[in-house]
């Protein structure tokens, strides 16, 4: 290969890797894609890597299996290094060197509710206008209620993408999705809550829904496409819609392990550039061959169709209800492989308007710990390595020469426009009427 080649004499320039054999984790989601993608290029190779990888039961094993040193790295929720890394749940110092992709997740009901809601939802052509507000919800949460029943939604770890989603969301429709109060024991997160979102597996999502034991979810591809396929269920709304280009899934090791393997960790970064670079590039003409890839056993396990929906620009609402979605999935674009601190500061900012971090902090305290735990110096220095060995265009990175790492104001639209300023987290916070800010405790 053009990278073998290229590498081969530059291994000394760059520093040869501490650790040759690695294993790394992932979940059985699309966005784990760079990391089959490396290893099935031989990117990974090409660095002098010999990568082992493997699914995991849930977040929270992989978690700990990075943590005692079972795993060299993994596939991680945005929000897992920075819940580690502040003290929630689990304890530990965790960083994160690349954003794996933007965006990917949606909300997905029963028939049940869908039969409920969709007659009160505008039309155009006969068709649902999309995005859906949560509001809709509300007449039917309203009938559990009445019923003495719950009305129970699943997400997939307290510190995901998709609880800070699903919370958003439900909020800016006006309905409380309940407190963390961590200071009194109380982690279930449903202080105050009119819906009651617990944990579920990714991949045990749609059979929970199928029981009957969730009425709803807010999860990853290819889990919602997955209950359009099976007819049990109808996605309400993408995440590109609740909070667009901010990153969705991140590649984290422990920061002692960062230490202890600098040329290893810069040489993992460096392959999962370029994964991600194929993956988006020529307009994501690669995207089928990577749907196939996934799709194996070993990887994803779901069918290529249910996966090259979502992967390939597309995304399927109610049965039949096919409509573009060329975000959905972004693995290179809007430099998304770049580990803005920005990023970092909205979910702090989501664990601290949802009791997570149950005290008021000062805006300092949000840009420090963003800079703990993304670690953008280690990414340029993989990207200008790309770049000199001809691999990569400068034009394809940030100018790094004038990064600041904050995302401009307007660079993430919500779907409550609420402008986020990731240099006043405090001041974004005092904008929701739903959720803590300022001195408040839960």
């Known amino acids: ?39 099935e290029q031989g990117f990974f190779e090409d660095e002098g890597l010999y990568v082992q990888l493997e699914a995991q039961a849930n ?15 993994a596939h991680m929720l945005a929000g897992q290094p920075l819940g580690a890394t502040v003290g929630f749940g689990t304890e530990a110092h965790i960083v994160t060197a690349f954003t794996m992709d933007l965006n990917g997740n949606a909300c997905t009901v ?18 649902p206008v999309h995005p859906i507000s949560a509001k809709h919800l509300k007449p039917v949460i309203e009938s559990h209620k009445d019923r003495g029943q719950s009305f129970n939604l699943g997400m997939v770890f307290p510190v995901s993408t998709h609880n800070y989603e699903l919370r958003y969301w439900l909020a800016a429709g006006g309905i409380n999705p309940g407190l963390y109060a961590p200071q009194r024991g109380d982690t279930s997160g ?16 749609p059979a929970t829904l199928e029981a009957g034991t969730i009425n709803g979810y807010c999860v990853g591809e290819p889990w919602n496409q997955q209950a359009v396929f099976r007819g049990i269920g109808v996605p309400l709304i993408t995440d590109y819609d609740i909070r667009n280009n901010v990153a969705e899934k991140v590649f984290g090791v422990s920061n002692d392990w960062a230490e202890q393997y600098p040329n290893t960790h810069l040489r993992v ?25 996934i799709s194996q056993p070993y990887y994803v396990g779901a069918d290529y169709e249910v996966i090259a929906n979502s992967m390939t620009g597309i995304f399927e609402f109610e049965k039949g209800d ?33 009791g997570q971090i149950p005290d008021y902090k000062p805006d300092q305290w949000y840009s420090d710990m963003a800079r703990k735990v993304f670690r953008p110096d280690v990414y340029r220095q993989a990207a ?24 401009p104001v307007d660079a993430t639209r919500f779907i409550d426009d609420k402008p986020f300023d990731a240099r006043q987290p405090n001041a974004y916070l005092e904008q929701f009427s739903i959720g803590l800010h300022g001195k408040q405790t839960p």
């Open 110 to 127: 029963s028939n049940e509710v869908w039969e409920a809601i969709k007659p009160t939802l505008p039309t155009v052509d006969g068709k």
């Open 190 to 205: 449903q202080q105050g809550a009119d819906v009651l979102i617990s944990v579920t597996p990714p991949p045990q999502m």
């Open 1 to 39: 290969m053009l990278g073998s080649v290229l590498l081969s004499g530059n291994l000394l320039a760059l520093g040869m890797p501490e650790k040759e054999e690695l294993k790394f984790g992932f979940i059985k989601l699309t966005d784990m894609a760079p990391l089959a993608i490396a290893a």
């Open 269 to 293: 970064v460096r392959a999962l550039i370029r994964a991600g670079y194929w993956l988006d590039e020529n307009n994501n003409a690669n995207r089928k061959e990577a749907a196939r890839i």
């Open 59 to 73: 977040w929270k094993v992989l978690l700990d299996r990075v943590i005692d040193g079972q795993l060299d790295g």
């Open 384 to 407: 200008e390595s790309l770049i000199a060995d001809g691999l990569m265009k400068a034009e394809d990175f940030p100018d790094f020469a004038n990064e600041s790492g904050f995302r």
């Open 322 to 354: 096919v409509r573009p979605a060329p975000d959905f999935n972004v693995f290179f674009r809007y430099h998304a492989t770049y580990p803005y601190y920005s990023d970092a500061v909205w979910y702090l900012t989501q664990m601290r308007r949802w």
